[in-house]
């Protein structure tokens, strides 16, 4: 069975380095050129192989059907170029560089394009991550769920009754009597000890 992850990516074909793809296409060029055009369907293979598009294969069979069309025509042309008409010179002249042109024209351009997407990545590829499983999900949620379930009850028995009247602490009260009793143990002493003043100087007195 398959999970909730994302489906598996298709391997991409690694650029190869600028010097290869300028060897490979000056080499495809001029074999395209020195044929008269009768190669020009070995560009278009390779680029058919690169891009992997139904557009590219369908051109690689009808330049290869224009390919066999120009062999056969020049087979049946005269060896002799006196015997043949100007016609027919101009015909397969127009037929070679039709062919040149627009295989090398369509060759560079559609591998140069191929190559610069695959070196700039696409502005809305973003990384997925793969989600687990929801009974996984939920063995995970849970612990983290049930503190939040006791949250509520906490605060429900910390918050205060709003029908009773809140309690002050009691305020200590002045204790007069006290005080008056300090100031009168005070005065006695004091009284006290003049009574032994007077009475020490009335000894050295006698």
Same mark, same amino acid.
Not at 35 to 50: D, N
Not at 55 to 72: Q, Y
Not at 73 to 92: R, V
Not at 102 to 110: C, D, K, P, R, S
């Given at each position: 069975?398959?999970?909730? *992850?994302?489906?598996?990516?298709? &391997? ?11 060897? $490979?296409?000056? +080499?495809? $060029?001029?074999?395209? $050129? ?5 190669? *020009? ?7 058919? %192989? ?11 069979? $009808?330049?290869?059907?224009?390919? +066999? ?26 037929? +070679? ?6 295989? %090398? ?6 591998? %140069?394009?191929?190559? #610069? ?15 687990? &499983? ?37 305020? &200590? ?23 032994? #003043? ?6 050295? *007195?006698?």
């Amino acid at each position: 069975m398959h999970g909730y *992850g994302p489906m598996p990516q298709q &391997p991409t074909t690694p650029r190869p380095s600028p010097a290869t793809l300028t060897t $490979v296409r000056v +080499i495809l $060029v001029a074999l395209t $050129v020195l044929s008269c055009g009768l190669l *020009g369907w070995a560009p278009m293979l390779r680029l058919a %192989i690169v891009t992997r598009r139904p557009r590219d294969w369908f051109l690689l069979v $009808v330049v290869l059907a224009l390919n +066999i069309g120009l062999f056969a025509f020049i087979m049946a042309t005269p060896d002799d170029p006196d015997q043949m008409s100007d016609a027919a010179a101009l015909f397969m002249m127009l037929w +070679i560089l039709g062919l040149l042109a627009g295989v %090398i024209t369509y060759y560079l351009y559609a591998e %140069i394009r191929h190559y #610069n997407t695959l070196g700039t990545p696409a502005p809305y590829a973003t990384p997925v991550h793969p989600a687990p &499983p929801l009974p996984y999900q939920q063995q995970h949620l849970a612990p983290h769920q049930q503190p939040q379930q006791h949250q509520p009850q906490s605060q429900q028995h910390q918050q205060p009754n709003p029908y009773t009247a809140p309690t002050t602490p009691p305020t &200590p009260t002045p204790a007069p009597q006290r005080l008056d009793q300090v100031r009168a143990e005070l005065d006695e002493l004091s009284d006290y000890l003049r009574k032994e #003043n007077k009475d020490s100087r009335d000894g050295e *007195g006698r």
